[in-house]
């Protein structure tokens, strides 16, 4: 089936198996990418061409002023023999709101899904066949206008890549509580996904790789004091049974992952709280032992087992026993449904 996107075919392509199967997380991409323009009011048929550098001016404003806005999500191939995308409707209704938030145009919906599902039609022999491994879909959408005042820029650019993942994380999570720098804070862009927002939290997470940690538990931007996220993801907390995780409240980015892992938590019978979490919470449960578990949620790493937090001079430690960890269950009830063989009783699957 063709949607009648104008399509410019490799003749040859790059895929080998090992480059599917085993390629770094994000760093060889399929043969095509699907690409589109927005000026003074409208958008330009889309095309799929061969995937290579784009022509952009030292003068965009993007790299200026940072219009800017990524997103991220998977498909996989499923036990029938396709490929499905997950939950691509919610990553458009979040770029739209990324896109507002930057006083950026809309991205139309049929451009977005139906470009995309044809993108993963041509490249589908590109998604990896081993377990836990997806082709990562990673639309991009930044500010083209040659132009340094201040200003919404009038012409834009919308590319969607795909690339051959795995899991993102070899081993359990090792995160220190940031104290100094903050990702988020109230009014700004932290419920959102610009590209500036990773920008921001790169040096944090520089000095915690020097210290041996993976990244940083995020606090809040007031007072250092209520966990927010976890390096590039959410976090998730088993205290006494429940599963707890910071609330929506304007400074977290409302992750597809964490709202289906939340969901199937709940189908599971777990009782979830979103609310607000003090890490002296998180210290005083995890002396009690109460806390026994924590995890990252987010749709590179799916599901990542936290193995230590530390905070100030205390080091806490979390079970990651695959055996016998809500984290590890949860993550294959939902590797489970992504990829056919338990039923998609909330409609994630979009097959292409
Ligand atoms: C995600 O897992 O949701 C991400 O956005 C990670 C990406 C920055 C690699």
Request: aromatic content about 8%.
């Amino acid at each position: 089936m063709s949607s009648g996107i104008a399509t410019q075919v490799t003749r040859s392509t790059r895929l080998t198996e090992s480059v599917r199967e085993q390629s770094p997380f994000g760093e060889v991409f399929s043969d095509h990418m699907l690409s589109a323009g927005y000026q003074d009011g409208h958008w330009s048929a889309p095309e799929l061409l061969r995937f290579g550098p784009v022509m952009i001016s030292p003068a965009a404003s993007a790299l200026h002023y940072g219009q800017s806005i990524f997103e991220g999500f998977k498909a996989h191939r499923t036990v029938d023999g396709g490929v499905a995308l997950f939950r691509p409707g919610d990553n458009l209704a979040r770029l739209n709101r990324t896109a507002a938030r930057l006083a950026m145009p809309a991205v139309p919906a049929p451009l977005f899904l139906d470009g995309i599902a044809e993108l993963v039609r041509l490249d589908r022999d590109w998604a990896p066949t081993r377990e836990g491994g997806a082709l990562y879909i990673r639309p991009l959408y930044f500010a083209t206008d040659e132009a340094l005042m201040v200003r919404p820029s009038r012409s834009y650019r919308f590319i969607v890549m795909s690339c051959p993942v795995g899991p993102y994380f070899s081993e359990p999570v090792r995160l220190v509580a940031e104290e100094e720098f903050v990702r988020a804070f109230p009014g700004g862009t932290g419920d959102v996904k610009p590209a500036g927002n990773y920008a921001g939290a790169l040096l944090a997470a520089q000095r915690a790789q020097s210290s041996g940690f993976h990244n940083v538990l995020w606090l809040d931007g007031l007072q250092h004091r209520l966990v927010e996220e976890s390096g590039l993801m959410n976090i998730v907390f088993i205290i006494a049974g429940a599963a707890v995780t910071p609330a929506l409240t304007g400074t977290i980015l409302p992750g597809v992952t964490r709202d289906s892992v939340l969901t199937l938590l709940r189908g599971m019978n777990i009782r979830v709280e979103e609310r607000a979490i003090a890490i002296d919470e998180i210290v005083a449960a995890h002396e009690e032992g109460t806390l026994t578990e924590a995890f990252g949620v987010g749709t590179a790493a799916t599901v990542a087992p936290i193995a230590q937090i530390r905070y100030r001079d205390r080091d806490l430690s979390f079970s990651t026993d695959p055996q016998h960890t809500v984290g590890a269950r949860v993550r294959s009830s939902l590797e489970a449904i992504r990829t056919g063989r338990a039923e998609d009783r909330h409609g994630w699957l979009v097959r292409v």
